[in-house]
């Protein structure tokens, strides 16, 4: 029997293997920042970096400009003097295929559009709403991504394990170990060997799925530091893009009411021309001029229809307004609920993990002494192992929970 002094060590790294198989390394901000090296810190990527790199390649942000440029036309339009552009007439009349006495007439003029009544004024207004709503669209936008993003990179899970079998059974053909003692930790090298092949599958999924919301713009490698994001501060979170968004399509919605209720008629013309004729050969031509003024019928289904429509827009936003309003207060409520619950079991977890510690040494001192058996050993080991792994699950769950928090806020990844 060989003295249990001399096991102390390898038994303890043997267990150590299952255990942090078990572990995901990225459940932990602190423990993976200190644990990385600095160049491994300073290169991975951050949640913003991926963040920006995945706006970038989206179908909003490479449309973005394209419709700032077209509501700002719009708006230059609705500044111009008429609502569309002037128009030259021209017409030529003659007999000359008929009985062919000469007769001749040539007309040359230019019609004008008029603005209707507050029309001008209705469809600046409208290009405004346009133009701000184009703006809020983008940053819903960016929040709903954010959502996608935060959901990838919490759910990032990492682990690695060291395999001490080798180490072990070289000590057992040294004499150090018994047989026992080698099954013992090849047995618990296997178990680590199951967990860190589930724990490297479900890493492979989740990198996959960040890199297809980053569209491969970053490098997500699987030693990566994750970074936690800050508390949002006092005010912060205030509009909600997705709110901004839907007031602003409410604005657009009842400015377009406005306008249509306006154009209840096509727009009138005013059209000015002259005209040079003669009434036979042998004549002298004439000239006049001519000024005249064409208003349209108004009313309708057409017009019914565009009033009935834009009325049916501004119900629907308005609907959805206070619908998301009421959802999204919710969703804050909870998310600060999920926070304080996160912190008050992290608190907990630590005090755990810091009295296991203590028990540890305790008993290592005692398996030293050879008064403590290599399972009990273990069975310590494993119970202080696990009150760390919990604690790092725990401070993991809160710095996800944070990002929750900031995401019903409204706020971007930092």
């Not at 154009?263 to 021309?273: F, G, H, K, T, W």
């Amino acid at each position: 029997m060989h003295p249990r002094t001399r096991i102390s060590n390898p038994a303890r790294l043997a267990l150590l293997a299952a255990s942090w198989a078990a572990f995901l390394a990225g459940l932990t901000v602190q423990a993976s920042a200190q644990t990385a090296p600095p160049s491994a810190a300073t290169s991975a990527p951050n949640l913003r970096d991926l963040f920006e790199a995945a706006w970038a390649r989206q179908p909003e942000a490479q449309a973005l400009q394209a419709r700032r440029d077209a509501a700002q036309a719009h708006r230059r339009a609705a500044d111009a003097w008429t609502p569309e552009p002037p128009a030259v007439e021209a017409a030529h009349r003659t007999d000359r295929l008929t009985r062919n006495s000469g007769a001749r007439e040539l007309e040359v003029g230019i019609a004008v559009p008029l603005w209707l009544p507050n029309e001008r004024g209705s469809t600046s207004a409208l290009a405004e709403a346009e133009l701000a709503v184009t703006e809020s669209r983008v940053g819903a936008a960016r929040l709903r991504l954010a959502a996608s993003l935060r959901s990838a990179w919490w759910d990032r899970q990492l682990a690695s394990a060291r395999r001490l079998a080798d180490d072990v059974s070289r000590r057992v053909k040294a004499g150090e170990l018994a047989r026992a003692d080698q099954n013992q930790a090849e047995g618990a090298v296997a178990v680590a060997e199951g967990v860190l092949a589930q724990a490297e599958g479900a890493q492979r999924a989740t990198l996959q799925q960040l890199k297809g919301v980053t569209a491969g713009a970053i490098a997500v490698a699987p030693d990566n530091v994750a970074t936690s994001e800050p508390e949002p501060s006092a005010g912060e979170g205030s509009p909600h893009p997705a709110l901004v968004e839907l007031q602003d399509r409410l604005t657009v919605a009842e400015r377009a009411i406005a306008l249509a209720a306006v154009q209840s008629r096509a727009n009138p013309e005013v059209s000015l021309a002259t005209t040079r004729d003669r009434g036979a050969s042998g004549e002298r031509y004439g000239q006049t001029v001519t000024l005249a003024l064409r208003i349209p019928f108004g009313g309708g289904p057409r017009y019914d229809s565009r009033v009935a429509a834009a009325r049916a827009e501004a119900l629907e936003a308005q609907a959805q307004l206070t619908m998301d309003r009421a959802r999204l207060q919710a969703d804050r409520e909870a998310a600060l609920a999920r926070v304080q619950a996160a912190r008050a079991q992290l608190a907990a977890s630590e005090r755990r993990a810091a009295l296991a510690r203590e028990t540890r040494g305790f008993f290592e001192k005692s398996f030293r002494l050879g008064e403590t058996d290599l399972p009990t050993r273990l069975r310590i080991e494993a119970e202080a192992t696990e009150a760390e792994r919990q604690a790092a699950r725990h401070r993991i769950e809160l710095a996800a929970a944070i990002s929750a928090w900031r995401q019903a806020l409204g706020l971007l990844p930092q």
